[in-house]
């Protein structure tokens, strides 16, 4: 079970923090951000192994957004900083089928809600 949280709408510019929930199952694996705005595929946003390591970033958010996690707290985050109306999309927590971080979707076994980042202009 994986819950997101902390979407909302921000100026361009702006920062948010999302957090994702998950348990101690999913403390063991490594997990991930997708986003998937309105009418586009979901595409990667973040990724890091199941130590904290081995983050990977689309070129997209690289410089701008951080990815990290509390493995004693099983909840992943996702700072997100300099935002544009191009971030605006619902963001998806989700877990791979392994300890280590990866950009490929086909890699995620199990996926929280969304939540939703409006980012106005």
């Known amino acids: 079970q994986l819950q997101a949280s902390g979407g909302g709408l921000v100026q361009a510019g702006g920062s948010l923090r999302l957090s994702c929930a998950g348990s101690?199952?999913?403390?063991?694996?490594?997990m991930g951000w997708f986003r998937q705005a309105l009418g586009k595929e979901r595409e990667f946003v973040a990724s890091?192994?199941?130590?904290?390591?081995?983050?990977l970033y689309a070129d997209s958010v690289k410089g701008r957004f951080t990815i990290s996690r509390d493995r004693a707290k099983n909840t992943m985050y996702l700072q997100m900083s300099g935002l544009t109306p191009e971030d605006t999309a619902v963001y998806f927590c989700?877990?791979?089928?392994?300890?280590?971080?990866?950009?490929?979707?086909?890699?995620?076994?199990?996926w929280g809600q969304g939540t939703l980042v409006t980012v106005s202009s």
């Open positions: 989700a877990t791979t089928r392994s300890a280590w971080s990866s950009s490929s979707k086909s890699q995620y076994v199990y």
């Open positions: 890091i192994a199941w130590n904290g390591d081995g983050a």
């Open positions: 101690r199952t999913s403390s063991n694996n490594g």
